[in-house]
């Protein structure tokens, strides 16, 4: 599959990136997963205060910075599903089918509800 071998480059990057430096030893799943939840906070700020419309129609330089820290979002989880030994194509995909199970068609299209309000 192209993606899994695209995913595993990017993985040996980022490891290196990161061997490089020697930053492996602050690399355990506790901060990596305090990483995550700051950077995704950093990208949430982006759209702090902003209506749907204005959220739609940022300009290039918020683009970027989202573009960032999404970047950074992913580097995380790559490091932590790395650290923990997970697959992520693999979790991502098990959830999807749990999610259609949850969330069918027939109960859920065109509403925002959770799984277990109907």
């Given amino acids: 599959m ?5 995913l595993e480059k990017l993985k040996e990057k980022i490891m290196d990136f990161r061997n490089k430096r020697n930053w492996a030893q602050y690399h355990d799943p506790k901060n990596i997963a305090e990483a995550i939840s700051i ?3 950093e990208f ?9 419309e204005e959220s739609r129609n940022l300009d290039k330089e918020k683009i970027q910075d ?3 820290e999404i970047a950074d979002v992913l580097i ?3 490091v932590l599903s790395k650290e923990l030994n997970i697959d ?3 979790a991502a995909d098990e959830k999807l089918k749990k999610n259609s199970k949850k969330y069918s068609v027939d109960k859920v299209k065109g509403r925002s509800k959770k799984y277990d309000e109907y």
């Fill in 2 to 6: 192209r993606r899994t071998s695209e």
């Fill in 39 to 41: 950077k995704a906070s």
């Fill in 44 to 52: 949430l700020e982006n759209f702090l205060w902003k209506t749907k």
């Fill in 66 to 68: 989202i573009k960032d």
């Fill in 76 to 78: 995380y989880l790559i």
């Fill in 88 to 90: 992520l194509l693999k």
